[in-house]
């Protein structure tokens, strides 16, 4: 479909009975490239997701000379960066990770790599990373966009490290692409973070568990500062797990449909911020088994309000939204002003689609007020952002004639949405 086509989001009238696979999370798949472009060995990702932002992330990572070939059974088998090098252009797309996690990597190369992505990545934050990597001893070239892309990282072969402050309360994804890199600079990194509110931190925690698991020595043990030794990365062949987030709409659909629909492969421990979901959904009403199958939610087709701090799992804001609008009491989704540099603005994004829709939601600098009224059709605008054109399918399912732009651009980590949404609908399992 091109961006210009409308999708007319199915509408249910019976509950929904489904089991739907969910490709591998997007935030393991491009931190899990990255340490093993660094490490010292091949490896093998199994299972990695494959959707935009995995592969502009592989695509980066093979310009700074890492090798990643497709294995036979869909794994990705990668050989390392040795050396990482430069003379390159990298193209970030809005992918935040690749955003963060690849100039930091691109600091270690041996010349100049140019960076440049979608009009979104000149928007959204950089400029505290760009001013850390510039403490830790990167030449970094940004007088076109002051803090923002596009730039250039004049990469000299190695990074002094050490001793660093952050502000990275407009992004936890500085300080994950400090730690992911962080071992190979010869003093490693010793970073602080600085200023308000850290969001998403269960992002950084999957950080440090994976770099720990590479072999790397982190000192957590104080708040908001990490420490990480210099030292080799040794590449860990491994599963990735299912991406929680994106299994929140298909589970809300058990919530508005009513009916059960279960995610196979839920971990059991997990650093996802998207486990919480198991928690959010019972205070919505529906029932949630974490079983040997997978997680299963049940719902019968009431769903309630809730008051929640949503800092830590922001990026489910847009389904929970989505719900709460279909709501039987008022909401209040608090500690989201970050996701205003998402890839959309998204607490104003949904503020004004559900509107739109005829919906009632205030919308405050850090959060989003959600009064349920019955809505109405209408076209729904998803701003290339995957996660609000989820959101106008999970407020479809209920609501007659919603109609979305560029269901498309779910492709930025989902592939095939909405074939896995009419699969869903019809039964039947689509498959990784
Ligand atoms: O490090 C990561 O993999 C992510 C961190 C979070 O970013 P922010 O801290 O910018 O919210 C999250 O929203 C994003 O989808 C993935
Ligand atoms: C905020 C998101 O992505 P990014 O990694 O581009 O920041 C998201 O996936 O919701």
């Known amino acids: 479909m091109s961006r210009d086509e409308l999708w007319d989001a199915p509408t249910v009238t019976e509950p929904v009975t489904a089991r739907v696979s969910v490709p591998g999370s997007k935030s393991a798949t491009n931190r899990a490239l990255v340490l093993a472009a660094l490490s010292e060995e091949p490896c093998v990702l199994s299972r990695p997701l494959r959707s935009r932002d995995t592969l502009l992330m592989a695509d980066a990572l093979r310009a700074l000379g890492a090798g990643i070939e497709d294995g036979p059974d869909g794994s990705w088998q990668v050989t390392p960066a040795r050396p990482v090098r430069g003379e390159t252009s990298v193209d970030v797309g809005a992918s935040g990770t690749v955003m963060r996690f690849v100039p930091t990597l691109a600091a270690l190369a041996d010349g100049p790599v140019h960076f440049d992505g979608d009009p979104r990545s000149h928007e959204r934050p950089l400029g505290p990373l760009v001013e850390a990597l510039r403490e830790l001893g990167a030449q970094i070239e940004d007088t076109a966009n002051p803090g923002h892309f596009p730039l250039t990282v004049r990469g000299r072969g190695a990074l002094l490290g050490g001793v660093v402050e952050i502000d990275s309360a407009s992004s936890s994804q500085f300080v994950s692409a400090l730690l992911l890199s962080g071992a190979r600079f010869e003093r490693g990194v ?67 449909a009513g009916g059960r629909v279960t995610v196979p492969d839920w971990p059991r421990h997990t650093t996802q911020p998207g486990d919480r979901l198991r928690e959010i959904f019972t205070l919505m009403g529906a029932r949630c ?84 009224v019955p809505l109405h059709g209408g076209v729904f605008e998803s701003y290339e952002d995957h996660r609000m054109a989820t959101a106008g399918a999970v407020l479809g399912l209920a609501v007659p004639g919603v109609r979305v732009v560029d269901i498309a651009t779910t492709g930025k980590t989902l592939p095939d949405f909405p074939a896995r949404w009419a699969a869903m609908l019809a039964g039947t399992d689509f498959g990784c």
Do not use: C
Request: charged share 25%; glycine share 8%.
């Open 289 to 372: 088994e974490l079983t040997d199958e997978g997680l299963s939610v049940t719902g019968d087709g009431t769903i309630h309000g809730v008051d929640l701090d949503l800092a830590d799992e922001s990026e489910l804001t847009p389904t929970i939204a989505a719900l709460a609008a279909l709501a039987d009491s008022p909401s209040r989704l608090r500690g989201i002003g970050h996701i205003r540099l998402h890839e959309t603005d998204r607490v104003a994004a949904l503020a004004k689609e559900i509107n739109g829709l005829g919906g009632a939601v205030t919308e405050r600098p850090d959060e989003l007020l959600i009064e349920p």
């Open 190 to 256: 010793d970073v602080r973070h600085v200023g308000g509110r850290l969001p998403s931190q269960p992002y950084i925690e999957m950080a440090v568990q994976m770099v720990r698991a590479a072999g790397v020595v982190v000192d957590d043990s104080e708040p908001e500062r990490w420490r990480v030794q210099p030292g080799p990365i040794h590449a860990v062949s491994q599963t990735i797990e299912p991406d929680l987030s994106n299994a929140a709409p298909f589970l809300a659909a058990a919530l508005v």
